[in-house]
């Protein structure tokens, strides 16, 4: 592969494709839409084969981070919430404020430096903390009275979302959770292309294999799932305003592993988002 600072690349195999472009002095790549486990139709040694995007991610983008020896600097990650939480504006907000409540995820996988540049969490700022209070505190009256969600639209989404910015929440960028990439137009989830309909999180690193991606991929659609089914019960929503600092590693660790769990993933894949050292007590969650 030859880079080319003048425009971007876009590279088929087969079924699958990617993208890659200098995005001021950092290679950025770009994988086409996939679904967790899917496999698409490849051909390689001259042989039609099936792969994951996991395996493809290894054979083409780890390929070419290892043979010129680069660094990851961050591994963004978009979801389509127009196919996975349909119009829910109510499960949007529980989703962002599960990863709110999880500001350790920073210091686990190593980017607490980074965090106050690229990703901001709403506890960062007293002015986006006391937004997130009070849009909760508003769904939580609502959930008490046992009002239900409409969730027959997307545009009670896209609605939503203006609220939020409104309130000065996740109006920028670097936020941990981005919603820019939500609004009224037609339905795309390609981020090669110009999506409107994704989710946006920003705190992971770049995986260092597909194995990892792999894993934060349940990890993230395992929060969402758990999230329904709190949604679902009436749970009331908890946001709890920590910050990186509030915890050391072994709390970190520890967070981590009931975190995961909860989210259905296993000790392997567990181990493969870790990058700090794991506890005895963060491996007993998995016994």
């Given at each position: 592969m030859n880079l080319c600072n003048s425009g971007q690349r876009l590279f088929h195999i087969g079924d699958w494709q990617f993208l890659f472009f200098d995005d001021v002095n950092?290679?950025?790549f770009h994988t086409k839409p996939y679904n967790l486990n899917?496999?698409?139709s490849v051909k390689l040694n001259d042989r039609k084969v099936r792969k994951t995007t996991g395996e493809l991610f290894d054979l083409t983008i780890k390929a070419f981070m290892d043979k010129t020896k680069r660094v990851s600097k961050s591994g963004h990650k978009h979801i389509d919430i127009f196919r996975l939480l349909k119009g829910n504006a109510e499960l949007l907000l529980r989703v962002i404020v599960d990863f709110e409540n999880a500001a350790w995820l920073s210091l686990v996988i190593g980017r607490q430096a980074q965090q106050q540049e690229y990703y901001l969490y709403?506890?960062?700022?007293l002015s986006t903390k006391n937004a997130l209070i009070m849009v909760t505190s508003w769904i939580n009256s609502c959930v008490s009275r046992g009002l239900k969600v409409k969730f027959d639209n997307f545009c009670n989404i896209t609605n939503f979302v203006k609220l939020l910015k409104y309130l000065g929440l996740y109006?920028?960028?670097c936020t941990q959770i981005n919603l820019r990439h939500i609004n009224d137009h037609e339905h795309c989830a390609d981020i090669n292309e110009s999506p409107n309909t994704t989710l946006e999180f920003r705190v992971f690193d770049s995986p260092r294999n597909?194995?990892?991606m792999d894993a934060i991929n349940k990890l993230?659609?395992?929060r969402v799932s758990l999230s329904s089914k709190r949604q679902a019960i009436g749970e009331l929503l908890d946001y709890r305003a920590y910050k990186v600092e509030d915890y050391n590693q072994e709390q970190?660790?520890?967070?981590?592993a009931i975190f995961c769990k909860e989210a259905g993933l296993d000790y392997k894949e567990f181990e493969l988002?870790?990058?700090?050292p794991i506890t005895d007590e963060a491996s007993r969650t998995f016994k």
């Amino acid at each position: 592969m030859n880079l080319c600072n003048s425009g971007q690349r876009l590279f088929h195999i087969g079924d699958w494709q990617f993208l890659f472009f200098d995005d001021v002095n950092v290679v950025e790549f770009h994988t086409k839409p996939y679904n967790l486990n899917q496999e698409f139709s490849v051909k390689l040694n001259d042989r039609k084969v099936r792969k994951t995007t996991g395996e493809l991610f290894d054979l083409t983008i780890k390929a070419f981070m290892d043979k010129t020896k680069r660094v990851s600097k961050s591994g963004h990650k978009h979801i389509d919430i127009f196919r996975l939480l349909k119009g829910n504006a109510e499960l949007l907000l529980r989703v962002i404020v599960d990863f709110e409540n999880a500001a350790w995820l920073s210091l686990v996988i190593g980017r607490q430096a980074q965090q106050q540049e690229y990703y901001l969490y709403a506890s960062d700022r007293l002015s986006t903390k006391n937004a997130l209070i009070m849009v909760t505190s508003w769904i939580n009256s609502c959930v008490s009275r046992g009002l239900k969600v409409k969730f027959d639209n997307f545009c009670n989404i896209t609605n939503f979302v203006k609220l939020l910015k409104y309130l000065g929440l996740y109006e920028r960028k670097c936020t941990q959770i981005n919603l820019r990439h939500i609004n009224d137009h037609e339905h795309c989830a390609d981020i090669n292309e110009s999506p409107n309909t994704t989710l946006e999180f920003r705190v992971f690193d770049s995986p260092r294999n597909g194995a990892e991606m792999d894993a934060i991929n349940k990890l993230i659609l395992g929060r969402v799932s758990l999230s329904s089914k709190r949604q679902a019960i009436g749970e009331l929503l908890d946001y709890r305003a920590y910050k990186v600092e509030d915890y050391n590693q072994e709390q970190a660790a520890l967070q981590a592993a009931i975190f995961c769990k909860e989210a259905g993933l296993d000790y392997k894949e567990f181990e493969l988002i870790m990058r700090i050292p794991i506890t005895d007590e963060a491996s007993r969650t998995f016994k």
